[in-house]
């Protein structure tokens, strides 16, 4: 009761005063979302209540229940694999049996028992009606790094939980985020002794992204460049599963020797799925799925990656073409697409082994990139 009343005294003050600067914008309140479900608290998206079944607790879900009728969403990738019939574009509703618990919830969510459990039916997809509600929640579990598999029930919302209007929240997280300098500073490296990285802060409150530029180049000539996604697993630990850590050095080394560069370093672990589903995506690449199957299996694309990010690095540091190191075709057609000039495809092919063999045919087989 203080609480509302302190809020309502506030509100009551801030429209006197006109202090709206000191209300979150919808970025803000995306931010705090994020971190709600993460926590497995649920947030209100329009008219429904939505909660995370990676995060979801059973007193929670027993809560939820008691609300209304919780109808499971799944992206049409996962929705696939569980032979559910997909109604709507992209994702599937899925009926919650009266007796469903999180156990059962979390065996539809996750994929890892998938082959000890292979029959989870039969299920009932829910058809027809607005399904805005639900792609908000996909999305934003998505952008949280979680499983995208969300619970909701159409409610009136507890107080106190974070709101958000699903169209809008939909429309700001497809949209390109703007990026602001927060610091730069000499770097000397094993690879180039004159470099400087750069910090990039977004707007949306997720990762921060790094510029290593390697001696001064000119910005009106192409630029030597690549753009690395980061891979703590290759880059940090040196895994023998991806080609990440090789591609890193011998790009940062072509740079030093020919004595100007810049690489990229973008905070989108796994293929944009971050490092949890991308460990959950080795577990069943052991069970012997592939990595696009993996991907799929877990209810993401192939990749999920924004490359507009390194498009709008690039413009940041005042630079309008470059010389691509890339072996995918997709980053040259997404530099393009947004304003950079690719003046022409700089292949990076590092040595094989016997760990990433398969790994590497996937990904020129079903990703299309030149190896």
Known sequence: MELSVSRAMFQNVSNQRGAMS?????????????????????????????AAVETLSPARLEDLKALGRPVLALTARRAETLKARVY???LARILLPADADLPWLRALADPAGDLMTPMKGPLASERD???????????????????????????????????????PLVARLAAENVLAPVAAARLPLLSAESARLHIFRPDDGGAEHYAIEI????????????LHSACFTGDVLGSLKCDCGPQLNAALGAMGQAGAGVLLYLNQEGRGIGLANKMRAYDLQNQGFDTVEANHRLGFEDDERDFRIGAGLLRRLGFGAVRLMTNNPRKVAMMETHGITVTDRVPLIVPRNRHNTGYLDTKAAKSGHLL
């Open 129 to 167: 009606g607005d399904v805005t509600p639900h792609k908000a929640a996909l999305a934003l579990a998505k952008s949280a790094e979680l499983l995208p598999a969300m619970l909701l029930v159409a409610a009136a919302p507890p107080p106190d939980l974070t709101r958000l209007p699903p169209g």
């Open 22 to 50: 000191l209300i979150p914008t919808l970025s803000e309140t995306i931010a705090r979302a994020r971190a709600d479900l993460r926590m497995g608290l649920p947030v209100v998206l329009g008219d429904h209540v939505a």
């Open 88 to 90: 709507d574009d992209g």
């Open 215 to 226: 001696g001064d180049p000119p910005r009106e000539a192409p630029v030597l460049a690549r």
